[in-house]
């Protein structure tokens, strides 16, 4: 697993070998089967987690038992709950694994260290914490304004490789609309 | 208007009084009449702003025109837009005065050389993204998961200051519901 993270800190950061070596060391792989989850709602999120094969899914559960998704994690993609890591508050969320996924982690302590020990690091990572911003805002944006076929078609044209690794319910449940408008979108799509 | 950003200063950050001063002499003071941009679709977002008295709104247009409010941003708060700001890429959002509204303003390059210089304005900084993503990812699940009902209570409960300073469409905008379905809302409620 540590080659797969060397070589992306290698091609997305400006870490120098020694450096990437440092990170890698306090690194824990974990594997997760699918299904199993990697943070329940009511949980402390202590972990930095990054996805090396596989891919998890962060959702929340409405009054009604209703699943919302806020964002899928393929590899080469960091998850966490921000809120509940950085102010170890219980989380309201849940990050579970949909397909079986191997994962690198860092707990808060060692993650702090690095950062304090490698400024390229705490750049990289306010980078990507000013990256999930700016994809959050949009996706706000998009929620708002768009009709249910402008969602899927904005979702389709923007994760093409997710679309065969998801089932459709998971689909409607990130896009906020029921199984029974997304299903008949795609059955008017392919009679276009 | 100085003085007003020196209490927030004192009371929200941990700089010492010289570091203050050394933010406020790099400050630009502006009023902005109602209705009066601070930012318009298409421009890149030059400044950082605080708001001292006042309120803005930072919001989208649909393909049909209509308006979608991301956020308002009162007094003691700060507005801009993260994406375009850092990557100086013309914006897709406007934000626009509801009141007439004083604010101070830092270009990117003093608040940068700022950044550098005092490291508790930058841990400040951060604390700020932090939170903006922390309300962004609350905001994005209540919008997605939430019937119209809930996300007025919602907004009713987290916003009482702000319910009597905005137009009913505006709240609309907000909650991405039309002024029809707000209006019914409201009315149910006042016969409860």
Redesign the interface.
């Known amino acids: 697993m540590i080659a797969e993270f060397q070589t992306y800190c290698r091609t997305m950061t400006h870490l120098t070998p020694e450096e990437i070596d440092q990170v890698c060391t306090l690194a824990t792989p974990r594997t997760l089967q699918k299904n199993e989850d990697l943070l329940k709602q009511g949980q402390i999120c202590r972990h930095k987690t990054f996805i090396i094969k596989g891919l998890l899914r962060s959702y ?1 559960t ?1 009054a009604d038992g ?1 699943e ?1 998704i ?1 964002h899928f994690s393929p590899e080469r993609s960091w998850t966490l709950d ?2 509940s890591y ?1 102010l170890l508050t219980a989380t ?2 849940n990050i579970t694994a949909i397909e079986r996924t191997d994962v690198l982690q860092w707990n808060k302590e060692a993650f702090d260290r690095l950062l304090r020990e490698i400024p390229a690091l705490d750049r990289y990572s ?1 980078l990507m ?2 990256k ?3 994809i ?2 949009h ?3 998009t ?4 009709t249910p076929e402008e969602k899927y078609d904005d979702f389709v044209r923007n994760n093409p490789g997710l679309l065969p690794r998801l089932p459709l319910h998971m689909i409607a449940a990130y896009l ?1 609309m029921s199984l029974k408008t997304l299903t008949r979108i795609r059955h008017a799509q392919l009679h276009r």
Chains 1, 2 share one sequence.
């Open positions: 929340g409405a209703t919302y806020l921000p809120e950085h309201r969320f306010q914490v000013s999930s911003n700016y959050g805002r996706r706000l944006f929620t708002l304004s768009s906020g």
